[in-house]
C-alpha cells in the first residue's frame, strides 16, 4: 500500500506478481488516516517534534482491481526451480533518498501456498505472520494494517496464479508480503509514506536428494541480536549484518552459525532458523527445548507449530506415533556448556533447526572453541523425533493430515 501524507484521502495497493499485477489504484471511500496509534509517539529526528506514527485501519479487499499482465511468462520446469531465484517481477520505482534504502525502514514475511492432491490449495497458519509482520511494523513505526484484509488480497493473488504451484510433492509457492517506507527525506524518523506489496515464486523441496544434517559454527565472534534490539522482529536489517559470519563460518567447513550469546554462551537461532535440542535426564526422560522468546529470538510460526504439536501428543489431545510417551516440552535458556555435557554423558539425543523454507533441519556436529560436539542422526539424516514432528508438520500442510491450521485459498 502506497501511503502519501494524510492530506490526500487515497491508497495504492500494489502486489507484485508472477504473471499480474493487482492494483487498488482509486481507493477515496475509506478514512485511510483517521485513526492513529496512541502509544510509541517519537520525535522527529531534525526538528525534535513529536510525530505519531500511522495505522492503516479502512482499506478492505472490495477495493481491489485485477489488472492481468498482456505478456505472462511461460511455466518454469519443476527440475530447475532454485529456492528465491524463479520469478517474474514489476519494477518498483523508487527514489534515491528513500528512507529504506538509507535506514533499513523495511520488513518481510514469508509463507507458503501449498497444493494438495486434489487440487484445493492452502495456506498454513498465514494469521500469524500477518501478527508478526504487524508487531514488526510497529518497531520500525510504519503504518500497521489488517491482517485478516492482507490475506484475503493474498488469496486473489494465489487464486489467479495458482498454476504457478508446482504439482510435484515437495513443491510449493513461497510467498513473501513486504513492507517499506518510500518517503524521500534523508531524516531518521517515523516514515510518512509506505509500500506494501508481495512477491512470489514456485519452490521445489530444500532438500530435493533426502535430509541432509547440516553443520553449525558456535559463533563467538559475531552477535545476531542483543537485548532491546531487533532480534525477535523480522527486518530487513536482521539479515544482512548476517552475511559477514556466514561467511565466516563457512571458511571453517561449517554450512551455518549456531549463534551464541553473552559471557554464558547460550543458545539462541541456528543461521536464519529456530532451534530445537533433544536432551534426556539422568532419569531417561527426554526433552525438547527451544530457548524462550526473550526479545532476541524471531518468533516463528514454524517453532510454535512444533511446540503446539509436541505439548498436544503430552496433553493427549493428539498422540505423535514416534515421540516417547514421556516427552517433557520446555521453552527455557540452554547454553554450550549444558550441550558438552550432556553429549559427554550420552544424553544429547538429537539438535534441530525449524523455519518456512525447510520445515525442520536436522544438525550432526557443532563446532566449538576448536573442537567439535558430535549430535546423533538417523540413518535417513533426521532424529527420531525431529522425523516425526516433520511427518506430522508437512502431512498438514499438503492436505494428507486435516487441520484447522490451513486457510483454503481455493478448491
Known amino acids: 500500500m502506497s501511503f502519501p501524507p494524510p492530506s490526500p484521502r487515497s491508497a495504492l495497493l500494489h502486489f507484485v506478481r508472477l504473471t499480474q499485477t493487482v492494483t487498488c489504484s482509486s481507493c477515496r471511500a475509506g478514512a485511510i488516516w483517521n485513526r492513529h496509534i496512541s502509544q510509541d509517539i517519537t520525535r522527529h529526528s531534525m526538528t525534535r517534534k513529536p ?6 485501519e479502512v482499506w478492505t479487499p472490495s477495493r481491489l482491481t485485477v489488472t492481468k499482465t498482456t505478456s505472462p511468462k511461460e511455466l518454469p520446469s519443476s527440475k530447475s526451480l532454485i529456492f528465491g531465484q524463479t520469478f517474474v517481477v514489476s519494477t518498483i520505482n523508487l ?7 538509507h ?12 497444493r494438495h492432491a486434489d487440487g484445493t490449495v ?66 531518521i524518523a517515523p516514515p510518512k509514506e509506505a509500500l506494501l506489496f508481495v512477491i512470489a515464486c514456485p519452490v521445489g523441496p530444500y532438500y530435493p536428494q533426502g535430509f541432509k544434517p547440516v553443520s553449525l559454527h558456535g559463533t563467538t565472534e559475531y552477535i545476531r541480536a542483543a537485548p532491546g534490539g531487533i532480534g525477535g522482529y523480522k527486518l530487513a536489517a536482521n539479515y544482512g549484518p548476517c552475511v559477514v ?41 527426554s526433552e525438547l527445548i527451544t530457548p524462550p522468546l526473550d526479545g532476541m529470538i524471531l518468533p516463528g510460526v514454524t517453532r510454535d507449530s512444533v511446540l503446539a504439536l509436541a505439548r498436544n501428543h503430552v496433553s493427549g489431545v493428539k498422540r505423535l506415533q514416534g515421540l516417547p510417551d514421556a516427552i517433557k516440552v520446555s521453552e527455557r535458556p540452554v547454553n554450550m556448556g549444558e550441550i558438552i555435557q550432556s553429549s559427554k554423558e550420552g544424553r544429547l539425543v538429537e539438535l534441530f533447526g525449524t523455519g518456512t523454507a525447510a520445515v525442520i533441519t536436522p544438525v550432526d556436529r557443532i563446532g566449538y572453541n576448536g573442537g567439535d560436539v558430535i549430535i546423533p ?32 485459498v481455493a478448491k
Open 95 to 101: 527514489s534515491p533518498s528513500a528512507t529504506m534504502l
Open 245 to 285: 559470519a556466514q561467511k565466516h563460518a563457512a571458511n571453517q567447513g561449517y554450512a551455518q552459525n549456531l549463534w551464541l550469546q553473552g559471557p554464558g554462551h547460550w543458545l539462541t537461532e541456528a543461521g536464519t532458523m529456530n532451534l530445537f535440542v533433544v536432551i534426556k535426564d539422568r532419569g531417561g526422560v
Open 377 to 408: 542422526t538417523g540413518e535417513d539424516g533426521m532424529g527420531s523425533i525431529s522425523r516425526t514432528l516433520w511427518t506430522e508438520l508437512v502431512g498438514i500442510q499438503t492436505g494428507v493430515i486435516k487441520s484447522d491450521w490451513n486457510y483454503v
Open 103 to 114: 535506514y533499513a525502514q523495511s520488513l518481510f514475511e514469508g509463507m507458503k501456498a501449498y
Open 122 to 187: 492452502t495456506l498454513f497458519r498465514p494469521e500469524m505472520n500477518m501478527k508478526r509482520m504487524n508487531t514488526s511494523a510497529q518497531r520500525l513505526v510504519l503504518p500497521t494494517f489488517d491482517g485478516n484484509a492482507l490475506i484475503e488480497c493474498i488469496k486473489v493473488l494465489t487464486t489467479i496464479d495458482r498454476k504457478w504451484i508446482p504439482k510435484e510433492p515437495g513443491h510449493s509457492l513461497y510467498i513473501r508480503p513486504t513492507l517499506i517506507a518510500t518517503n524521500s527525506a534523508l531524516v
Open 51 to 56: 510525530v505519531t506514527p500511522l495505522d492503516i
